[in-house]
């Protein structure tokens, strides 16, 4: 799984949940490979246990070198993350950093799922996103996208407990002020978090979701 994941990332889950059946999974022939996981160094398994704390159900991946710049290494594969009294469900989330899985999980608790429950008056139960490893570059420049190392995660949604189901390409400029007022509350609290985040504000290809990453002297759009 972890070689098409090198490609695209939602094919690769859909053939994972046998959705698709493996052969129509795309491959990649000219892609070298080293797994080199063992033991995690003394940072990785300081973070891995910061993770647990969170309460987050995941898996650590071998470190993978894809060529041309793109790699995972000290990722896991999060299934889930919990906020005060529930399990967070993620969707289409491929492998992340740990430090980004970290402070992921925070935003999601304190950040997302009270801003849910204080303005919306419902708890958060699930955060779809568009992935996260993805090799390949920023659009429109020559440069690698923090995606390319499995450094950031595009989040485009939210379900509530209540059903309701709040999307970044259709709820940001929702008519109800209480949908802009969560919006913007967990714009910020996501800027106080990442070192980057971009949203529709920012530009067209960030329309339909928001950009996470750690990385960024607090650039936040
Ligand atoms: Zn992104």
Redesign the pocket.
Known sequence: MIKRLALLPLVAVLAACNAIPQAEAPRRTAVRQSTAVLTPRPEARQCLASLGATRANFTPLPDQYYGAGCSTLGTVRLASLRSDDATLALSNLGPVTCPLAETFAGWARFGVDRAAQQVLGSPLVRIETMGSYNCRNVAGSGRR???ATAS?I?VSGFVLADGRRITVSGNWNDQSPKVRQFFSAIHASACKRFGTV?GPAYNAAHHD?L?L?LSGGAFCR
């Open positions: 996208s923090a995606h950031a595009d971009l979701h950009h990453e």
